[in-house]
Each structure stands twice: as structure tokens, then as C-alpha cells.
């Protein structure tokens, strides 16, 4: 009988060990991620390691600037003219990614996964039942299931968990799955996503793709932005 109790007992061990690691994957991260799992995707100095989504033109101006470890956003305020999105240059798939924001008030962007699937970073202080627009939300797919926001002018993590969609001979067989959390608060729970979001890199689904930053829509700063392959 003891090599059954030995067997039982070595398989409540692993199950615990399992479970244990489990929880520790779904802690929330609120401060920059450390551990060499863990890669950073902004070395705080400049811009190497990302690209600008479109060319610059007499409508499309440079907006963005590395200043003191923070990458800073700020459009131009002239009628006709507006910033551009911010892209990298290292392309991932199912990967956790941690971020954080700083927006002042009334203003807007967003953090694109794989460059898909936006999760809107947004002055959402204060908003009773907030929508897919809202701070934290997947837009136009998955409003936040609270509202975590801080008030404009203070620093905000985001860390996502996403899982990449499955494409075989041009046909999704295995949708996207996010999780988000918001200042520590999960606000998107596994949510599966149909189709992607306004302002796509690629109107397709797709199984990896780069992280990218909105930058034509309003001011805001970005730092320890970090992402782990999954």
C-alpha cells in the first residue's frame, strides 16, 4: 500500500504546486515587473526599438519625445494637424504586457495589443457604469467591469494577460482572450473578442503583431512599459 499512499500523496503535492503557481500567474502587477522573463519595450532614453505608424506630413506631425524615462505624447493643437501613433518594433503573440499612463484632464489614447486590439487609456475618473470607452475597456468590445480610474494628472498601470486567436487556411477556429487590470482592480475578465478594434494595424484577425500606442488623439505619457512572452 505504500507505493499507492506515495503516489496519492506525491499527486496532492503537484496539484498544490500547480495551484500555487496558477494564483501567482493571476496576481496583479501595480508597479514595474521584475525577473528576466520579463523584457522592457521602452529603454527611457529614446526612441530605438519603435516606429511611427505613418510618415509625417502637413497633417500628420511627430508628437513624441523620450524626456527623463517617460515617453511623452503631445499632439499639435492646430486645426487640421495631429499626432501619430507610436509602434514597436518587436512583434509578440500570447504575452502579459504592463504599462503605465499618465493622461490629463478630458484627455485620450490607447495601448494596442498585437496592435489589434485597443484598451483604451482615457479620463475616466469619477464615471458611473462606464462603457468600452471608458479607461480599461477592450473599445467598442468590453466595457470595464469597474471603474479603477484615478484622477487626471496621476500615474495608472495597466497589465494584460492576452491570448492570441488561433488563424488556420484564413479562418479564426480559436477567438482572443484578454484580461485586464487597472490600477490593481481586474476590469476585463477573460474576455473573449470577436473581430478587432477601430484603427487596427490589420482589419484581419492575426496571431501576433507589435504593441502600439495611440498618439493622435490627445497628451499623455507612458513609462516601464514591460511585456513576458507567454
Known sequence: MKPIRYFFTACAALL??????LAADAQPLTKAPSGKEWKSLFNGENLDGWHLKVTPDEHSKMSWAALNGVLVNVPPSQEGEHGIDLVSDVIVGSHELYIEF?????????????GQYEIQVFDSYGKENPGS????????KAAPLVNASLP????????????QPVVENGKVVKKPRITVYHNGKKVIDDQEIEGVTGAALNNEVIEEGPTYLQGNHGTVMYRNIYY???
Not at 152 to 162: C, E, N, V
Open 133 to 140: 470607452g471608458d479607461c480599461g475597456g477592450i473599445y467598442g
Open 228 to 230: 513576458k512572452p507567454l
Open 16 to 21: 498544490i504546486t500547480i495551484s500555487c503557481i
Open 152 to 163: 487626471a494628472g496621476h500615474w495608472q498601470s495597466l497589465h494584460a494577460i492576452f491570448h
Open 102 to 114: 499618465l493622461v490629463p484632464k478630458g484627455s485620450n489614447s490607447g495601448v494596442y495589443l498585437i
